[in-house]
């Protein structure tokens, strides 16, 4: 009896607030590669967004005179392109009001055409392909800096300040790897490096001997990879099999993580890693060394690279929301396009395309298999 009363009563308040709950409730999407070879980094980039939301709704948030409640709702790309644009269209039937993703620059791109056509703006911590913001979409925006940055970056520390001749090139033929690797050709090529090899491989192979021997005949003094650690990581192993152990070895912030250690997993040519990655890093960034603090509080052993701009790009989403007073898509993406926030990582503000002002990079090495400024 008492229990039906309870029901009875639960069921009428539901009828009198429901909608006014239903209105209350804000939905962020995130898309990220959550199963696969590159689920840390999802991980990772999830753990960024649910902290945001938590510490968000801790601090109340109120849009248009009314408080409101953040909700993620997560969605897994696999790292797969079709599957990126399937999450983006089952984000855009859920109405969400916004979304933190992708990854990865082949699944965001396609994505971010599903975003545009169904009005909804998307902000990428990760994704870091050129091509993302030419089709000038005011639904894209990117807090970090992009491939141009990341493989010239690279390509003039090679050339400049190690006075390296002869490099090899590997890619794993997505938009990413293909993207950092061409930069990172063409400045090394023009700073007067001779490209004495090219070799491509795939963002699933753990086998790259019969590569690396062939590079390895070309006598190079380097090798740029574009692509990720899971490959990164098997491929260091081989090259100390094969006594390459004295070749450089390049990267974007695709290998520039703390799982490549694991993966390479006792290698010395681990300490010849040079890899770059958008943005400060932690110690440098505003907020990076307390914000790092208590993300391992929270997550612990789950940091890779990508979660301080996959919390920052939240705030970005509701800031905006903020100051238009809208959720609407619509209403705020003019407010978006105008931000001016200061996050843990930067001070963060858009060019007309959506990439970042004044972006920075920085370039890392390991040192006793730690991830370490240079």
Same mark, same amino acid.
């Given at each position: 009896m008492q229990f039906k009363l309870r029901l009875t009563v639960a069921v009428a308040l539901g009828a009198?607030?429901?909608?006014?709950?239903?209105? /209350?409730?804000? @939905?962020?999407?995130?898309?990220?590669?959550?199963? $696969?070879?590159?689920?840390?980094?999802?991980?990772?980039?999830?753990?960024?967004?649910?902290?945001? !939301?938590?510490?968000?709704?801790? =601090?109340?948030?109120?849009?248009?005179?009314?408080?409101?409640?953040? =909700?993620?709702?997560?969605?897994?790309?696999?790292?797969?392109?079709? =599957?990126? %644009?399937?999450?983006?269209? @089952?984000?855009?039937?859920?109405?969400?009001?916004?979304v933190v993703g992708h990854l990865n620059s082949g699944t965001t791109i396609p994505a971010s055409k599903v975003y545009n056509d169904?009005? !909804?703006?998307?902000?990428?911590?990760?994704?870091?392909?050129? $091509?993302?913001? @030419?089709?000038?979409?005011? %639904?894209?925006?990117? !807090?970090?800096?992009?491939?141009?940055?990341?493989?010239?970056?690279?390509?003039?520390?090679?050339?400049?300040?190690?006075?390296?001749?002869?490099?090899?090139?590997?890619?794993?033929?997505?938009?990413? $790897? =293909?993207?950092?690797?061409?930069?990172?050709?063409?400045?090394?090529?023009?700073?007067?490096?001779?490209?004495?090899?090219?070799?491509?491989?795939? /963002?699933?192979? %753990?086998?790259?001997?019969?590569?690396l021997t062939a590079i390895k005949s070309k006598n190079p003094d380097a090798i740029f990879y574009g692509g990720m650690d899971p490959q990164a990581g098997p491929m260091l192993r081989q090259m100390e099999q094969l006594g390459m152990d004295k070749v450089k070895y390049f990267g974007g912030d695709g290998i520039c993580t703390s799982e490549i250690a694991k993966l390479a997993a006792g290698a010395k040519t681990l300490a010849n890693v040079v890899c770059a990655e958008g943005g400060a890093s932690l110690d440098k960034m505003p907020g990076g060394k307390a914000w790092k603090e208590k993300y391992d509080k929270k997550y612990p052993n789950q940091f890779q690279v990508y979660s301080p701009y996959t919390y920052d790009a939240t705030f970005v989403l509701v800031d905006a929301m903020k100051r238009a007073n809208s959720t609407d898509p619509k209403k705020y993406i003019p407010f978006l396009q105008k931000t001016n926030f200061k996050g843990v990582t930067a001070n963060i503000a858009f060019e007309p395309n959506g990439e970042m002002k004044n972006a920075a990079t920085t370039l890392y090495t390991y040192k006793d298999g730690k991830k370490t400024p240079l």
């Amino acid at each position: 009896m008492q229990f039906k009363l309870r029901l009875t009563v639960a069921v009428a308040l539901g009828a009198a607030c429901g909608l006014a709950a239903a209105q /209350d409730v804000v @939905k962020i999407g995130h898309v990220a590669p959550l199963s $696969g070879a590159q689920a840390h980094y999802g991980k990772d980039n999830e753990n960024g967004v649910r902290m945001a !939301i938590e510490d968000l709704n801790a =601090q109340g948030v109120t849009i248009g005179g009314k408080k409101v409640t953040l =909700q993620i709702q997560a969605e897994d790309d696999a790292a797969d392109p079709k =599957q990126g %644009t399937a999450a983006a269209q @089952k984000l855009c039937d859920a109405k969400v009001a916004g979304v933190v993703g992708h990854l990865n620059s082949g699944t965001t791109i396609p994505a971010s055409k599903v975003y545009n056509d169904c009005g !909804i703006p998307h902000v990428t911590g990760a994704a870091t392909n050129p $091509g993302l913001t @030419k089709p000038g979409y005011n %639904t894209t925006y990117r !807090i970090i800096a992009n491939d141009n940055a990341l493989g010239a970056a690279l390509a003039l520390y090679a050339a400049d300040k190690l006075k390296l001749k002869r490099i090899a090139i590997i890619d794993d033929r997505t938009a990413y $790897g =293909q993207g950092v690797a061409e930069v990172f050709k063409k400045t090394a090529a023009a700073k007067g490096a001779t490209i004495v090899d090219e070799q491509f491989t795939n /963002d699933k192979a %753990t086998d790259f001997m019969s590569i690396l021997t062939a590079i390895k005949s070309k006598n190079p003094d380097a090798i740029f990879y574009g692509g990720m650690d899971p490959q990164a990581g098997p491929m260091l192993r081989q090259m100390e099999q094969l006594g390459m152990d004295k070749v450089k070895y390049f990267g974007g912030d695709g290998i520039c993580t703390s799982e490549i250690a694991k993966l390479a997993a006792g290698a010395k040519t681990l300490a010849n890693v040079v890899c770059a990655e958008g943005g400060a890093s932690l110690d440098k960034m505003p907020g990076g060394k307390a914000w790092k603090e208590k993300y391992d509080k929270k997550y612990p052993n789950q940091f890779q690279v990508y979660s301080p701009y996959t919390y920052d790009a939240t705030f970005v989403l509701v800031d905006a929301m903020k100051r238009a007073n809208s959720t609407d898509p619509k209403k705020y993406i003019p407010f978006l396009q105008k931000t001016n926030f200061k996050g843990v990582t930067a001070n963060i503000a858009f060019e007309p395309n959506g990439e970042m002002k004044n972006a920075a990079t920085t370039l890392y090495t390991y040192k006793d298999g730690k991830k370490t400024p240079l």
